[in-house]
DNA sequence: CTGAAAGCGCTTACAG
DNA sequence: CTGAAAGCGCTTACAG
């Protein structure tokens, strides 16, 4: 027969008892005997008591409501990042409001302020390029690359990089050209950098920044990879799925066979890198660990806790944490050197 | 000179005042002296006051928050949709929170139930396939089709496939494939009605179901296009990018030129559609227009505003409103008529 | 036009 | 171990 939203003074008339002890037993904190905290739970529980968020906040100051703010939302990326952060933050306890940095870097500014009007208790920021995120007066995490500075967290782009690397020169590639979109982004450099150590100084490997071309030639311009494929390239690592996935069609609509004339491969494991014909190597991110690291840092900072340091908790995420990436190994990655190197032969 | 935190007390001390009086003048709603008015929002602004979200929300029992929960955060369509959603809302001087219902249909109900033990004003629901959102005690409005019961907002999905048979039949298609994900999908059994609509009974359209197709030959079996090339089929209609790309690679990959020898079309304008090549002729919801709408039905409940009624802020939403869809004709859109069956003939 | 007071639901010292 | 009281910041009748 419970009615309209009960609140702490219900349970505390029907028990006969106060609100105090209530919290207490509630909380678990103050020291309420065994018997009556149980009674307590118990009646709270029939009675479907929610404590009221706007109740606590007010007293204790605090929401348990972390804000995250991406770059665009719009980002083929977001859905990932955000499922993952949504699950590690419920988890832990909190709610996630969104906010968009969409556009111009002041907005990413004006997110950040907004989140924190709206009471947040913290921030997961991950910034736009060349971006720096400062004290932004509340607790913060970021999520960029090891490099970055302040309470962060990352994946190991360069160690993903690494392995892709080393996983194109395995397979027998000697010129692989690499599709960027901007070299402003840090974990693009990252890759890069990766991605040329793990070739090591016998592969010979180029960088074609999308961005760039866009300019020079428009956007939908094509990239003219059929004749560098010509030229002898034969494997194209685009630092993203969607570069990947752009990559890979231009070949193929050129009539190039993929993977037997020229491999593609990807960054981050998008579900349209699994779904197409040949389905692209991929590297993934951990963001279940990312964002589990990144709350667990935050929800660190906010407790006013020490970072970098062991709790009882675990570890407490200290500056530039850095994740691993996994490989996806798909069809895609192709042409064994052999292979490879006849088929290319034919289709050039 | 500003500063912790400023409150209402912190200006009207500094004023002279009572707390009531600045309250009013801040909220425009008491009567206050314009000239007194005036030097409280001034001082307030200088101050750099901004109102607890907390204190308001115990007193007034409205957070200014929304909840969005959708069916899949995973969804590649996610981005835009939370882009709208947040955009919107945040124009109505909303938050957003948010809740994913991935996996099985009892998470949305959980999903809903976090929500509203978050204290959120209402919500904003993407349903789940085959879910109907019923009265889930707290204001909410539901995106799904034009059909759906309850206070929704809707693209026009029947209408853009009208709109996309339409394309199709005046280009010469005489065959078309669907290709579809799940038939319990309204959004996709409304697609495919105005599809066939278009088309007309002259056209010969059959469905595939990729989520039957992937029961009975594994999920990453081909789907077999290019033998439905040989058998006369001259254009793809995918319910969705994701689909329409994954039929664009396997035909490329097969050898089958896109679009001189078959066409493909998809839905919802991803991102993805417009990088790859050929860029894919797609129809486009207008994402904007239906997050206003559905923030600003959801705004009118939580007012308890009567609905379907036009007001001094618009029209109210009604029962089940639809926005037309947008047609994004691209390259891929392909071949005339003529064209198309002289280069089938060569490539089949 | 302005102000004193009550109260939203909670937690936290402080008494008992 | 339990309770009375104060107060977080705000808004809203109600007086003046």
């Known amino acids: 027969m419970k009615s309209e939203k009960p609140n702490l003074s219900a349970i ?10 209530v919290s207490n037993a509630l909380s678990g904190k103050g ?7 149980e009674r307590i739970r118990d009646t709270a529980r029939s009675l479907g008591y929610v404590p009221s968020v706007a109740g606590r906040a007010l007293r204790t100051g ?23 952060i949504e699950q590690a933050a419920s988890s832990a306890g909190y709610g996630v409001l969104i906010g968009d940095s969409r556009g111009a870097v002041e907005q ?16 997961i920021v991950i910034p736009r390029r060349g971006t720096r995120i400062s004290d932004i007066g509340c607790p913060v995490a970021v999520i960029d690359t090891p490099a970055t500075p302040g309470n962060t967290v990352a994946s190991d782009h360069w160690g993903g990089g690494e392995e892709m690397g080393r996983h194109l020169r395995e397979l027998g590639h000697e010129r692989v050209l690499i599709l960027g979109g901007s070299p402003l982004s840090n974990v693009q450099s990252d890759r890069i950098g990766g991605l040329r150590a793990g070739l090591g100084s016998s592969v010979r490997a180029e960088v074609l920044w999308l961005e760039q071309h866009a300019e020079t030639h428009g956007a939908d311009a094509p990239l003219g990879l059929a004749a560098m494929v010509k030229d002898g390239v034969t494997a194209f690592a685009g630092l993203s799925d969607l570069t990947a996935v752009r990559a890979l069609t231009e ?23 699994s779904v197409i014909t040949p389905s692209l190597t991929t590297l993934r991110m951990d963001m279940a660990e990312i964002a589990r690291q990144a709350v667990q840092a935050l929800v660190a900072v906010i407790a006013g806790l020490p970072q970098g340091r062991v709790t009882a908790l675990g570890t407490v995420v200290a500056d530039s944490n850095s994740v691993p990436m996994m490989l996806m190994l798909r069809q895609s990655s192709g042409p064994r050197a052999v292979d490879n190197r006849n088929v290319e032969g034919d289709e050039a």
């Open 31 to 37: 020291r309420v005997s065994t018997e009556l905290a």
């Open 251 to 273: 070949l193929q609509a050129a009539g190039i066979a993929v993977p037997e004339a020229a491999s593609v491969t990807g960054f981050d494991d998008l579900i349209w890198s």
């Open 62 to 84: 605090r929401t348990g409501v972390l804000g995250l703010v991406l770059p665009d939302i719009a980002n083929p990326l977001f859905p990932q990042i955000a499922q993952a």
């Open 12 to 21: 505390a008339h029907t028990l006969g008892v106060s609100v105090a002890t």
């Open 108 to 123: 990413q500014t004006q997110a950040i302020l907004r989140l924190i009007d709206r009471g947040v208790d913290g921030i």
